[in-house]
């Protein structure tokens, strides 16, 4: 909890901090990588800081959980700590690496806001950053006990077994432990990180989900490559389209991720969109073979069924389940197919089904996707804390509320 001087400091100059956070964000990436360039290549996404993705989304956290302080102040948001805990996890972070981000941050907001902070602005903006920072390094630790790894060792040496074209755009590669141990225990709808070496002599790291079942003793995952167009092309996933063959080694994380079943007997929906049905293929698998009988709703929209990525698991695996139904959407249609039904033109639209009470959703897709669903959930009656969502990259949807 914010000490009452702080409170009250933080309050009154959250305005001032809040309209120049993306400034202060930027500035202080640009010190960081000045003064440690190996973390601009080995560790950051290269892809999200050209687009300035990851400043905004580290501009949402800071403003939400310093509002969050002073609007509420004998709650934390648990929720969203959680969430970028399990991907620094993932990454291997530690605890040292804060007083580094402390450093450059600091010197960031002097430089912007300039006279306006006053040793009492900075003493309190200070234990902001402290209680957030200490409370992400509390989560990462046991998340780190959780896999029985020392802080920062989630890194091992994994074989590809084997590669599979899904369609155009995704890969799926399945592989094992090099060293022959058995695969780290995850739960359905996590991720791994995957560490690639690049032309440029950069480990540039990215997020996959695991799309097998738990219970399996190989670990699978796919791959959409991100083509040039709205953005830039995305080096990694190119890379491993490219050049990861059945043989090759890589290094591979221990899974990581709050995007989970908590093993109720709720009713279920599972919304995604394009290759955000990854993590929902596991929570099928799992569900399956844990005997859930309440009803799960599978949704689903892409650009085609050819587009669709695992299509045929996805509507395979939502089979297996006692009671699940699945309905698609596609921008183009399936020549000969009707457009009802299972698969349907157009975006994803809930108006025509039925959620039961006391349905939890999960939603993994594009952020605009994303509070599409979550909007006409909310008017259905779902409970917002019943609705719980993954990004692929920097959380935006702090930095866009």
């Given at each position: 909890m914010l000490s009452e001087t702080s409170t009250a400091t933080v309050r009154a100059t959250l305005p001032a901090v809040g309209a120049a956070v993306g400034d202060i964000a930027d500035l202080f990436y640009r010190k960081l990588f000045d003064a440690h360039p190996k973390l601009l290549r080995d560790l950051f996404n290269r892809g999200n800081q050209a687009s300035g993705t990851q400043r905004q989304a580290l501009a949402g956290s800071i403003a939400a959980f310093a509002t969050q302080l002073v609007e509420h102040p004998d709650t934390r948001p648990d929720v969203m700590l959680g969430r970028i805990a399990n991907k620094h996890a993932s990454l291997g972070v530690t605890a040292p690496q804060y007083e580094i981000v402390h450093t450059h941050l600091f010197a960031a907001i002097a430089e912007v806001l300039g006279d306006a902070v006053t040793p009492e602005a900075a003493a309190a903006w200070d234990?902001?950053?402290?209680?957030?920072?200490?409370?992400?390094?509390?989560?990462?630790?046991?998340?780190?006990?959780?896999?029985?790894?020392?802080?920062?060792?989630?890194?091992?040496?994994?074989?590809?077994?084997?590669?599979?074209?899904?369609?155009?755009?995704?890969?799926?590669?399945r592989i094992s432990p090099a060293d022959g141990a058995p695969a780290p225990a995850f739960r359905a709808g996590q991720y791994v990180s995957v560490q690639v070496e690049l032309p440029d002599g950069a480990r540039q790291i990215r997020q996959y989900s695991?799309?097998?079942?738990?219970?399996?003793?190989?670990?699978?995952?796919?791959?959409?490559r991100v083509r040039g167009g709205d953005g830039p092309e995305g080096e990694v996933s190119t890379h491993l389209h490219a050049h990861l063959r059945a043989g090759d080694r890589l290094r591979v994380?221990?899974?990581?991720?709050?995007?989970?079943?908590?093993g109720t007997d709720a009713p279920l929906l599972l919304a995604s969109a394009g290759i955000g049905c990854t993590p929902f293929l596991s929570m099928l698998e799992h569900l399956a073979a844990q005997g859930h009988t309440s009803p799960v709703t599978v949704v689903h929209g892409d650009r085609s069924p050819a587009a669709h990525a695992l299509r045929a698991d996805h509507l395979a695996l939502t089979g297996k389940l006692a009671d699940a139904t699945a309905h698609f959407?596609?921008?183009?249609?399936?020549?000969?197919?009707?457009?009802?039904?299972?698969?349907?033109?157009?975006?994803?639209?809930?108006?025509?089904?039925?959620?039961?009470?006391?349905?939890?959703?999960?939603?993994?897709?594009?952020?605009?996707?994303?509070?599409?669903?979550?909007?006409?959930?909310?008017?259905?009656?779902?409970?917002?804390?019943?609705?719980?969502?993954?990004?692929?990259?920097?959380?935006?949807?702090?930095?866009?509320d």
């Open positions: 234990e902001v950053y402290w209680l957030m920072a200490n409370a992400l390094i509390a989560i990462e630790e046991r998340l780190y006990a959780q896999q029985g790894v020392a802080a920062g060792d989630v890194w091992h040496e994994w074989t590809v077994d084997s590669r599979t074209e899904d369609t155009p755009d995704v890969a799926s590669f695991l799309t097998g079942s738990p219970s399996s003793a190989l670990r699978s995952f796919s791959v959409k994380s221990a899974p990581y991720g709050d995007l989970v079943l908590d959407w596609y921008g183009t249609p399936e020549p000969g197919r009707p457009a009802h039904g299972t698969h349907r033109t157009g975006q994803v639209d809930l108006s025509g089904l039925t959620v039961a009470p006391g349905t939890r959703a999960y939603l993994c897709g594009p952020l605009p996707f994303m509070r599409a669903v979550r909007t006409q959930l909310l008017g259905k009656g779902v409970a917002a804390a019943d609705i719980h969502y993954e990004v692929f990259g920097p959380d935006l949807w702090l930095a866009q």
